[in-house]
């Protein structure tokens, strides 16, 4: 198999990753393009108590499996599936799946420190950052939390203010300037997928990669 076109893509917390990979997904046929996420690679905290799960920083690039995360993105290179447990953080309400990655043309990489792990950054065909105002990405963080993964408020606001925002200031918000494409996501409006799906198939073209989009 010849090494698949990768898609980098990053955005703060509560930028819209997941409403943008849905729909960017959709514009793919399923044997054109695989993903895998940097979230199913946290090293396990499920072990901690309440206490120290609260305090616990996840928002640091040493708070991931980063080695494993590159060497199964190595794996799709070399044609292989991927066979790897969902991250579910810590919830016990939820099971585990077991996630198969296929090897695919296209390649898209997700996380918020893609960029920054420079063994990764260097494999990016294509980078993608999501933006979104702060008081835009909170609300959605908020959302997020303490709807689908159960979380106290305090708890959600002490991470956003001591570990996420300065995460994202250190780790991401310095290689905006580097990327291919930013996307301002403050609404959720379908038509910023179809903006980004066009100006990638145009990239794509232009390489003379032959993947047809729907």
């Known amino acids: 198999m ?6 980098g893509i990053a955005g703060s917390s509560g930028s819209g990753k997941t409403f943008f990979l849905k729909s960017f997904l959709n514009h793919f046929l399923p044997q054109q393009v695989t993903l895998i996420s940097q979230d199913d690679y946290y090293i396990p905290a499920n ?3 309440q206490e120290e799960n609260r305090l616990y920083n996840f928002d640091l690039p040493t708070a991931i499996n980063r080695k494993d995360f590159y060497q199964d993105i190595k794996q799709l290179f070399d044609g292989k599936t991927v066979f790897k447990e969902e991250y579910t953080f810590n919830n ?3 099971k585990p799946k077991i996630l ?5 043309p296209i390649l898209i990489v997700e996380g918020l420190f893609i960029f920054h792990y420079e063994e990764v950054n260097e494999l990016l065909d294509f980078r993608i950052f999501l933006d979104a105002e702060e008081s835009v990405a909170l609300e959605r963080r908020l959302r997020r939390d303490l709807i689908e993964r159960g979380y106290d408020h305090d708890d959600v606001m002490y991470k956003w203010e001591n570990h996420v925002v300065p995460s994202y200031q250190q780790y991401l918000l310095p290689y905006k300037p580097e990327v291919d494409l930013v996307i301002i996501n403050n609404t959720d409006d ?3 997928i179809d903006d980004a799906t066009h100006s990638i198939s145009t990239d ?3 390489k003379k990669i032959d993947i047809s989009i729907i």
């Open 2 to 7: 010849n090494k698949p076109y990768v898609i």
């Open 92 to 94: 016990p309400a939820l």
């Open 190 to 192: 379908p038509k910023i």
């Open 47 to 49: 072990t901690k108590t």
């Open 100 to 104: 198969e990655i296929k090897p695919a």
């Open 204 to 206: 794509l073209k232009a």
